[in-house]
T-cell receptor, first 114, second 110 residues
Framework: EPEVTQTPSHQVTQMGQEVILRCVPI?????FYWYRQILGQKVEFLVS????????KSEIFDDQFSVERPDGSNFTLKIRSTKLEDSAMYFC????????????FGAGTRLSVL | GQSLEQPSEVTAVEGAIVQINCTYQ??????LSWYQQHDGGAPTFLSY????GLEETGRFSSFLSRSDSYGYLLLQELQMKDSASYFC???????????FGKGTRLSVIA
């Protein structure tokens, strides 16, 4: 069964450093999302991406964040200068043209900012 | 604003039936989804309702009442592996971001 793949599974970084989280969505999907989940809390939307541009973003997604689809398969989330409060699990998700209400999530990247 | 309310914890006995409720207040509504998340794992899609009524998928069923802004997830013949967090989530269009509730932690005991 096709799945969303995320790398790395765990990223440790120093405050102020840049990190790039990588995702390979399901191949024929058109809609891509990043969510985050702080430990013990709910999943929160960050940004959605369609047709090579951001379609929607939350107030969390400030100027420190950016997304890219550099080629036909990868979807990346960059945090320019990490803060302690960026420590969370980051999930990538994708959905297809049909049954687009179903989002398929990757296993996540745990980001630890020290 | 957007808010979804669901119980924080539920405990049930193996083999029993449990119902997890969700009420929502959102600006726009397209459908209500349910996701399961085991500790350290990814949210996994379980069920979806866009119209009023019951949707059945094996041991899991989900119900929606749009007029009451209310839905529930019903888990039957509970198994130990069902111990996980369950999130309700609203979508305002078919391919828009999901707004998640805070999740209900289900513990299945012997």
């Amino acid at each position: 069964e096709p799945e969303v793949t995320q790398t790395p599974s765990h990223q440790v970084t120093q405050m102020g450093q840049e990190v790039i989280l990588r995702c390979v969505p399901i191949s024929n999907h058109l809609y891509f999302y990043w969510y985050r989940q702080i430990l013990g809390q709910k999943v929160e939307f960050l940004v959605s991406f369609y047709n090579n541009e951001i379609s929607e973003k939350s107030e969390i997604f400030d100027d420190q964040f950016s997304v890219e689809r550099p080629d036909g398969s990868n979807f990346t989330l960059k945090i320019r200068s990490t803060k302690l409060e960026d420590s969370a699990m980051y999930f990538c998700a994708s959905s297809g043209r049909t049954r687009s209400h179903i989002q398929y999530f990757g296993a996540g990247t745990r980001l630890s900012v020290l | 604003g957007q808010s979804l309310e669901q119980p924080s914890e539920v405990t049930a006995v193996e083999g029993a039936i449990v119902q997890i409720n969700c009420t929502y207040q959102t600006s726009g509504f397209y459908g209500l989804s349910w996701y399961q998340q085991h500790d350290g794992g990814a949210p996994t899609f379980l069920s979806y309702n866009a119209l009023d009524g019951l949707e059945e998928t094996g041991r899991f069923s989900s119900f929606l009442s749009r007029s009451d802004s209310y839905g529930y997830l019903l888990l039957q013949e509970l198994q130990m592996k069902d111990s996980a967090s369950y999130f309700c989530a609203v979508s305002t269009m078919g391919n828009t971001p999901l707004v998640f509730g805070k999740g209900t932690r289900l513990s299945v005991i012997a």
